[in-house]
């Protein structure tokens, strides 16, 4: 707790307490020497206070006049503060553990999941904050990430499950097993670190909010009853709520008492749930949901047999997150989403139940709000057997309850991309509908027509080719002689990679080409690479697009001659700019060519000879030899930072 706790909300809350302190005789002197607005302190003098706010006080000093006197900062607040110091601590201690915010839950992550997951803690601190055993279904499974009200682990496949308080369950668990040491900290921090030493202060001067009886912040959990006269059950059904608990302990999950008149009715009661799953983003695949509730001793009952289900619905638009209403009776039976019903029987007492839910329920980015209520209550035409005077009830623990150990949770699994974390793309093959293609486009010139080793790398193909690729070629021209050129290709190759998340963060990339062919009748040793490409068109290559293709390397290893392969893929590695050059909204945009030589613009030695690199390219049958490019990438998980699926 801090002095800034007792703000304008307090003084006004209290503002009868504080002027009475203030004015009366005895103990007015005392409390006025308390604020320090004594003697020469103050212009106050004897007069009668009429307001005081944490930074001034008023008082009249002519019919219709008032003066008032300010201090620069939240004086009075903070001399309330350490002169009662004692009866705040007494007051808020309660509700202390909201200082063990998100904010210190993210802050120290690391920290709290090696206590989670180490093998010489685990068992000790799982037991602290209550999930160990039947009240979680964690098991023994690593976790990944805690949060004041939730726990996130992954599950069986590529998903993660997130296991939901309704309350900051957690936050009061830490808070309870180390009080001494939060006081002790909150005391150097309040009397001695952030006053002279700010560097190493612990963040704790401020250990309390408010002393609410029933502090909820975003979320609730409770009942609404309908109670009145006797009536029939349609009546009692479709009518209003009259008491709405949010404080007792008790979630009523199925709930009618008959009447003493055959088949009227006098009460009945719909629970209702919140859960904060705002840590579930919009782009999160949810596949299940489950919500667990405890039966205590004495919480089933059903004289007449009516075996009553449990049904969930939601979301239950509730007037309130943080308290519950009358009004949300009957939003419990007008949820939109279908609803989900469990059986009399998978209910015993000092167990936890469970119901399945209807995943359209949850919500992601915000409060899941639950309802539930007993199927003869939900179906129209189910009315319950009546017994005089009867109670029939299912009815578990809300996060209210005495002690800790018996909340309400719910576990939801989700997914963030559902594909996995590899992504094969290939080119189309001809015809090109609308995405990619890939070509070879070939220099290859008549005897005596050649060009110069300048001019031969320039200019437009000869032809362009979607069948096997002669991906590095080279031949001089024997009709011209030395110096003169008539061979030399480049190849496109473009994938449609805008399938992959546009939020994700792209490990490596590997572009494969499958070899068919080599020869080196030149002894050129020719070799290939993989550089950057603008064609002017996604899907139809032309002869113009020749000089189209760049000489920025995107893989760091050159495949040689010696080292093709022949009846296999030649797989070249991304480095980091080939990987930036993967569009993920769009088509990447890459080109083959013989490196040595023609990237690097060197001159070969002459020769008549032909030498060559063959490949195929996406116009053959099936895609067992065509191109591809494999892309491995992260997300980013709801844990902070990213995570690759499937790493441990």
């Given at each position: 707790?801090s002095?800034?706790?007792?703000?304008?909300?307090?003084?006004?809350?209290?503002?009868?307490?504080?002027?009475?302190?203030?004015?009366?005789?005895?103990?007015?002197?005392?409390?006025?020497?308390?604020?320090?607005?004594?003697?020469?302190?103050?212009?106050?003098?004897?007069?009668?206070?009429?307001?005081?706010?944490?930074?001034?006080?008023?008082?009249?000093?002519?019919?219709?006049?008032?003066?008032?006197?300010?201090?620069?900062?939240?004086?009075f607040?903070?001399?309330?503060?350490?002169?009662?110091?004692?009866?705040?601590?007494?007051?808020?201690?309660?509700?202390?553990?909201?200082?063990?915010?998100?904010?210190?839950?993210?802050?120290?992550?690391?920290?709290?999941?090696?206590?989670?997951?180490?093998?010489?803690?685990?068992?000790?601190?799982?037991?602290?904050?209550?999930?160990?055993?039947?009240?979680?279904?964690?098991?023994?499974?690593?976790?990944?990430?805690?949060?004041?009200?939730?726990?996130?682990?992954?599950?069986?496949?590529?998903?993660?499950?997130?296991?939901?308080?309704?309350?900051?369950?957690?936050?009061?668990?830490?808070?309870?097993?180390?009080?001494?040491?939060?006081?002790?900290?909150?005391?150097?921090?309040?009397?001695?670190?952030?006053?002279?030493?700010?560097?190493?202060?612990?963040?704790?001067?401020?250990?309390t909010?408010?002393?609410?009886?029933?502090?909820?912040?975003?979320?609730?959990?409770?009942?609404?009853?309908?109670?009145?006269?006797?009536?029939?059950?349609?009546?009692?059904?479709?009518?209003a709520?009259?008491l709405?608990e949010?404080?007792?302990?008790?979630?009523?999950?199925?709930?009618?008492?008959?009447?003493?008149?055959?088949?009227?009715?006098?009460?009945?009661?719909?629970?209702?749930?919140?859960?904060?799953?705002?840590q579930?983003?919009r782009?999160?695949?949810?596949?299940?949901?489950?919500?667990?509730?405890?039966?205590?001793?004495?919480?089933?009952?059903?004289?007449?047999?009516?075996?009553?289900?449990?049904?969930?619905?939601?979301?239950?638009?509730?007037?309130?997150?943080?308290?519950?209403?009358?009004?949300?009776?009957?939003?419990?039976?007008?949820?939109?989403?279908?609803?989900s019903?469990?059986?009399?029987?998978?209910?015993?007492?000092?167990?936890?139940?469970?119901?399945?839910?209807?995943?359209?329920?949850?919500?992601?980015?915000?409060?899941?709000?639950?309802?539930?209520?007993?199927?003869?209550?939900?179906?129209?035409?189910?009315?319950?057997?009546?017994?005089?005077?009867?109670?029939?009830?299912?009815?578990?623990?809300?996060?209210?309850?005495?002690?800790?150990?018996?909340?309400?949770?719910?576990?939801v699994?989700?997914?963030?991309?559902?594909?996995?974390?590899?992504?094969?793309?290939?080119?189309?093959?001809?015809?090109?509908?609308?995405?990619?293609?890939?070509?070879?486009?070939?220099?290859?010139?008549?005897?005596?027509?050649?060009?110069?080793?300048?001019?031969?790398?320039?200019?437009?193909a000869?032809?362009?080719?979607?069948?096997?690729?002669?991906i590095?070629?080279?031949?001089?021209?024997?009709?011209?002689?030395?110096?003169?050129?008539?061979?030399?290709?480049?190849?496109?190759?473009?994938?449609?990679?805008?399938?992959?998340?546009?939020?994700?963060?792209?490990?490596?990339?590997?572009?494969?080409?499958?070899?068919?062919?080599?020869?080196?009748?030149?002894?050129?040793?020719?070799?290939?690479?993989?550089?950057?490409?603008?064609?002017?068109?996604?899907?139809?290559?032309?002869?113009?697009?020749?000089?189209?293709?760049?000489?920025?390397?995107?893989?760091?290893?050159?495949?040689?001659?010696?080292?093709?392969?022949?009846?296999?893929?030649?797989?070249?590695?991304?480095?980091?700019?080939?990987?930036?050059?993967?569009?993920?909204s769009?088509?990447?945009?890459?080109g083959?060519?013989?490196?040595?030589?023609?990237?690097?613009?060197?001159?070969?030695?002459?020769?008549?000879?032909?030498?060559?690199?063959?490949?195929?390219?996406?116009?053959?049958?099936?895609?067992?030899?065509?191109?591809?490019?494999?892309?491995?990438?992260?997300?980013?998980?709801?844990?902070?930072?990213?995570?690759?699926?499937?790493?441990?």
């Amino acid at each position: 707790m801090s002095y800034k706790t007792i703000g304008k909300d307090f003084f006004e809350r209290h503002q009868s307490k504080l002027l009475w302190l203030l004015n009366k005789p005895l103990v007015g002197k005392w409390f006025r020497r308390v604020l320090c607005i004594n003697g020469s302190k103050s212009a106050i003098g004897s007069r009668e206070i009429v307001k005081i706010v944490p930074n001034a006080i008023f008082w009249d000093t002519s019919p219709g006049q008032q003066t008032a006197e300010f201090r620069t900062n939240d004086k009075f607040a903070l001399r309330i503060y350490y002169a009662f110091l004692p009866v705040w601590l007494a007051l808020g201690y309660s509700h202390c553990y909201k200082a063990l915010s998100k904010d210190f839950f993210r802050s120290n992550q690391e920290l709290l999941i090696w206590l989670l997951n180490n093998k010489y803690t685990k068992q000790w601190f799982r037991w602290v904050l209550r999930i160990q055993g039947d009240r979680s279904q964690v098991g023994k499974k690593d976790i990944l990430n805690i949060l004041p009200h939730a726990i996130f682990w992954k599950g069986e496949t590529e998903e993660y499950v997130g296991e939901f308080r309704t309350h900051a369950k957690f936050s009061k668990r830490l808070y309870y097993a180390f009080r001494p040491l939060w006081w002790m900290c909150h005391f150097w921090d309040s009397l001695i670190a952030d006053r002279w030493i700010p560097k190493y202060s612990f963040g704790f001067a401020s250990i309390t909010v408010k002393p609410d009886a029933d502090p909820e912040t975003n979320t609730v959990d409770g009942t609404i009853y309908a109670t009145i006269a006797e009536d029939t059950w349609a009546t009692i059904r479709t009518g209003a709520g009259t008491l709405a608990e949010d404080d007792t302990g008790t979630m009523q999950l199925a709930y009618y008492v008959a009447g003493p008149t055959t088949n009227m009715w006098v009460t009945t009661g719909r629970g209702v749930a919140l859960f904060d799953t705002s840590q579930i983003t919009r782009k999160a695949g949810v596949s299940s949901a489950i919500a667990y509730i405890y039966i205590p001793v004495g919480g089933i009952a059903d004289p007449s047999s009516n075996t009553p289900g449990v049904v969930a619905t939601g979301p239950v638009l509730v007037q309130s997150d943080t308290s519950l209403d009358i009004l949300d009776y009957a939003a419990v039976l007008a949820a939109p989403a279908a609803a989900s019903t469990s059986s009399f029987a998978s209910w015993s007492e000092s167990a936890y139940g469970n119901i399945t839910l209807n995943t359209g329920v949850i919500s992601r980015e915000g409060i899941t709000k639950l309802g539930f209520t007993s199927d003869n209550d939900f179906f129209e035409d189910f009315d319950p057997i009546w017994g005089a005077d009867e109670l029939t009830k299912i009815s578990g623990r809300s996060s209210d309850s005495a002690g800790t150990a018996e909340d309400p949770y719910m576990v939801v699994n989700f997914a963030y991309f559902l594909r996995g974390s590899s992504l094969v793309i290939y080119p189309d093959p001809d015809p090109d509908n609308i995405t990619t293609m890939s070509a070879v486009a070939v220099k290859f010139l008549g005897i005596g027509v050649g060009e110069t080793w300048a001019n031969i790398r320039t200019g437009n193909a000869d032809s362009v080719s979607q069948e096997n690729a002669l991906i590095s070629n080279l031949q001089g021209d024997s009709g011209l002689g030395t110096g003169f050129w008539r061979r030399l290709s480049r190849t496109f190759l473009l994938f449609d990679t805008s399938s992959l998340p546009t939020s994700s963060t792209i490990t490596t990339g590997t572009l494969s080409i499958y070899g068919n062919d080599k020869f080196d009748g030149g002894g050129f040793s020719p070799d290939v690479n993989i550089y950057d490409a603008t064609p002017a068109s996604n899907t139809n290559i032309l002869t113009t697009d020749f000089t189209n293709i760049g000489s920025t390397a995107q893989c760091d290893t050159t495949i040689t001659y010696a080292n093709w392969t022949i009846s296999d893929y030649n797989d070249f590695v991304l480095n980091s700019t080939g990987i930036s050059n993967i569009d993920k909204s769009g088509v990447s945009k890459f080109g083959a060519r013989n490196a040595t030589n023609d990237a690097a613009n060197v001159e070969p030695t002459w020769s008549t000879g032909f030498s060559y690199l063959r490949c195929y390219l996406t116009n053959g049958v099936g895609l067992s030899n065509d191109p591809k490019l494999v892309v491995n990438y992260s997300i980013s998980s709801p844990f902070g930072g990213a995570r690759q699926f499937g790493e441990n």
